[in-house]
């Protein structure tokens, strides 16, 4: 008996010898008074038997029959082997009128060996990964956005540099976004203080790795590191570049704290700060290198970061020695030299500060600016798309704090005109 039918047989006997009526038993069992007769009768005639449900051990109406069970679990082997339950269930009923509830139908795939549950399956194994031997051999970057400044400033990025043979944080930058021009600015940064390294170690983001279908074309901050001669090395899983996926829950933590005791809340002073934090950070958790080896290397005399640091894409001279790109369209000078190039491909270099220079071998022209009737699609970047909602949602705090100016009562607007009137007058009173 389980312990509600034991419960039950409590209250039938004590119902049985007259020590609580009927209503009081139906109340404590949750039944009607004229149930708690039957289970009387029943209790008198067969004792405890008879507060047993006489359905257990007996099949269920709706139960399935054998022959539709073992159907379904033929076609599924023959036709299905790989769906999932769901899919499948929809698939029985759209071509061979199987009707069946997709639970139904994973507790059979379970029996017959066609799907694993969840609880069952092996967790994916991620062996650890031998340190590099020497700085600069690999350095692993990641960005983590966070209310690094808590309620005292609006949430932004940290892009974080660390280098995998000592664990070192290399560079810290903040910035609004995630974005290519954000870890432009943060590596531009990186080499100037330390050099080039001999590779990077991020995630599979849109700024690392292309999203198009040919995702051989590379992105721009491929395109920019393979002209300084660095690879990059993109990761399968988080859990990969765990280093640096590590040292983000850490700031979160530890470097939240140290802003608010610097009483820090802009991107600005934050960027300017945060050096002091890495060298006590590094002092303290940093270890040895296997080898003393810097693998740093300078920068070449050809290298320009600001040239190679900035979007770049190619666009074909037209015959009205124009070019086309996104909404705008750029109008070259009238040269001579510049006609012998229409249908050459043109370099368009777009900084970060909105700069925009067009080159044709190495060599710049000057151009016009005109705006195009028809804009062609928008380019996000996936990253980026934080703060866009952030842009949005202050854009919208603007107008409701305007609207809210706007519409309030007229007495309300007059009593303010004139308290200014009256601290007018009292000033010019003053100055007499």
């Known amino acids: ?47 405890l038997e008879g507060i047993i449900s006489r359905r257990r051990g007996k099949p269920s109406n709706n139960q399935l029959s054998s022959g539709t069970a073992q159907k379904a679990v033929q076609i599924v082997r023959e036709h299905y082997s790989d769906f999932g339950p769901t899919l499948a ?18 507790q059979l795939m379970i029996e017959a060996g066609l799907w694993t549950p969840r609880d069952a399956r092996q967790a994916p194994l991620h062996q650890p990964r031998e340190r590099r031997a020497c700085v600069g051999e ?3 970057l990641d960005g983590s956005r966070h209310p690094w400044f808590e309620q005292r400033g609006a949430e932004c990025v940290l892009l974080v540099y660390v280098d995998d043979a000592t664990g070192r944080i290399l560079h810290l930058h903040f910035a609004q976004t995630e974005s290519t021009f954000s870890y432009f600015q943060a590596t531009r940064e990186y080499i100037e203080r ?50 640096v996926e590590r040292l983000n829950r850490t700031l979160q ?48 005399a050809g290298d320009d970061l600001e040239r190679i ?36 491909p043109v370099a368009i270099h777009t900084y970060a500060d909105g700069r925009v220079e067009l ?4 060599k710049r022209y000057q151009h016009a600016t005109l705006e195009s009737p028809h804009a062609g699609p928008i380019e996000v970047d996936s990253k980026s798309i934080h ?26 607007n007059a009593k303010g005109v004139r308290a200014a009137k009256t601290a007018s007058a009292q000033k010019q009173a003053r100055s007499r």
């Open 1 to 47: 008996m389980t312990m509600q039918e034991l419960e039950r047989a409590k209250v039938i006997e004590a119902y049985a010898q007259g020590e609580i009526k009927s209503a009081v038993a139906a109340l404590r069992l949750g039944i009607t008074t004229r149930q708690v007769r039957r289970l009387h009768e029943r209790f008198a005639e067969a004792g």
């Open 89 to 106: 269930c929809e698939k029985l009923a759209q071509r061979h009128d199987l009707i069946l509830s997709k639970e139904k139908l994973r």
């Open 138 to 140: 690999l350095v692993q």
């Open 194 to 243: 330390h050099g080039k390294p001999l590779a990077f170690y991020a995630d599979r983001a849109a700024v690392f790795r292309s999203a198009a279908a040919n995702r051989r074309a590379p992105t721009q901050f491929q395109r920019a590191l393979d002209e300084l001669a660095i690879t990059l090395i993109c990761a399968n899983s988080p859990q990969a570049k765990g280093r």
């Open 253 to 300: 933590d530890r470097l939240v704290k140290e802003l608010r005791m610097a009483g820090i809340s802009s991107i600005e002073a934050a960027n300017k700060w945060c050096g002091q934090f890495v060298e006590t950070y590094n002092r303290q958790f940093a270890r040895a290198p296997r080898s003393q080896l810097d693998v740093h290397t300078p920068l070449r």
């Open 309 to 344: 640091l900035a979007l770049r894409e190619t666009r074909k001279l037209s015959m009205k020695l124009t070019v086309q790109h996104g909404a705008r369209q750029y109008l070259l000078e009238d040269q001579p030299e510049l006609r012998a190039l229409v249908g050459q």
């Open 359 to 362: 080159r044709v071998d190495g």
């Open 387 to 412: 703060y866009a909602v952030d842009q949005l949602g202050a854009a919208g705090k603007k107008r409701r704090n305007n609207n809210h100016r706007k519409n309030r009562p007229a007495a309300v």
